[in-house]
């Protein structure tokens, strides 16, 4: 791999190191000031696709977006009715995770494969004894790691792996994957601490 990534408070960029050249290039956001959400870039693949979250035209929310040098900027959008959307991990063949918020900045972890994004909790059986809130990154194997809350309101990391939709599994209710869980303040926390947007 010759790129490496870094990350601005309002400004994505990615390193391109080899023998002969050393360059910076700015990876364009999705057409706003970086005010709100900022424009970030999180995650970097082996085939050089960028993924990381930009304000949109007129600073009111940001998307998640993948660049490449083929597509451009593209962004990803939030799950329908939630506000924002937030690409943090990337892999090598283009499955993209990260997570939805609605306007109650309340979280649901997600997954993009070829620009179509899916709630992660709608993956997994229903009455799990976690809600699905983030999703951090994702391996050449499609497991997912990120965190979640309990009903309670306590935060855990987690680890989803793939399977065949066997095993007894329940497909959750349409309902379920509608309405997130409300956050707890420790999730929010975390969710402004890792990804350096500020609190509305």
């Known amino acids: 791999m010759d790129s490496e990534l870094s990350i601005t408070a309002a400004l994505a960029v990615r390193w391109q190191i080899s023998r002969a050249i050393s360059a910076v290039r700015r990876v364009p956001g999705l057409g706003g000031d970086g005010g709100f959400g900022g424009n970030h870039a999180c995650a970097v693949n082996n085939l050089g696709q960028v993924v990381g979250h930009s304000d949109v035209t007129g600073d009111a929310t940001f998307h998640g977006f993948i660049w490449s040098k083929e597509t451009g900027t593209v962004a990803l959008l939030p799950f329908p009715g939630d506000f924002a959307s937030l690409a943090i991990g990337i892999n090598d063949p283009g499955q993209v995770v990260g997570g939805s918020i609605d306007g109650q900045f309340n979280l649901r ?27 951090f990154s994702i391996n050449a194997s499609g497991e997912i790691t990120g965190f979640g809350q309990t009903p309670d309101g306590a935060v855990h990391g987690f680890l989803a792996s793939p399977n065949d939709g066997g095993n007894g599994q329940e497909e959750m209710s349409a309902e379920a994957r509608i309405a997130p869980m409300p956050a707890s303040e420790s999730a929010r926390k975390l969710l402004f601490q890792h990804l350096a947007i500020r609190k509305p």
């Not at 997954?111 to 699905?132: E, F, I, M, R, T």
Request: hydrophobic share 55%; net charge positive; aromatic share 8%.
């Open 109 to 135: 972890a997600m997954l993009w494969q070829k620009g179509v994004g899916v709630d992660l909790n709608s993956l997994v059986k229903a009455n799990a004894p976690l809600y699905l809130q983030l999703a």
